[in-house]
């Protein structure tokens, strides 16, 4: 089983910036797709950003494209989520996830791919 602890969230003014992290145990983490989803209140859990098991592939949501990076140290079992440019409408708990071996690249990121889960970080923007 592998476990998943984000950390990071916070509130921020529009504009504003935050990392987040997800630190894994329990697992070979080198060989899992990493992945951050958000889910609002009232709305449906969307995929944000995954990352290769090696770090070297990467793909964005399209609501966040040239804001956000995602990154990954498997020295430290940890995976990043940069958010710059922060907008109101990003306010969502975030949460990472882990599937093992490679990503799915020939789809869009779906939460059903995902075996593992962490418990959630609150990202709040205002106005």
């Known amino acids: 089983v592998l476990q998943l602890v984000e950390s990071g969230g916070g509130s921020v003014q529009a504009g504003g910036s935050l990392r987040l992290s997800c630190a894994a145990s329990g697992y070979t983490y080198s060989s899992v797709c990493m992945s951050w989803f958000r889910q609002a209140p009232g709305k449906e859990r969307e995929g944000v950003a995954r990352?290769?098991?090696?770090?070297?592939?990467?793909s964005y949501a399209d609501s966040v494209k040239g804001r956000f990076t995602i990154s990954r140290d498997n020295a430290k079992n940890t995976v990043y989520l940069q958010m710059n440019s922060l907008k109101p409408e990003d306010t969502a708990m975030y949460y990472c996830a882990a599937r093992p071996y490679n990503c799915r690249w020939s789809r869009p990121l779906e939460p059903v791919d995902y075996d593992f889960w962490g418990q959630g970080t609150q990202v709040t923007v205002s106005s």
């Open positions: 990352i290769s098991p090696g770090g070297s592939l990467s």
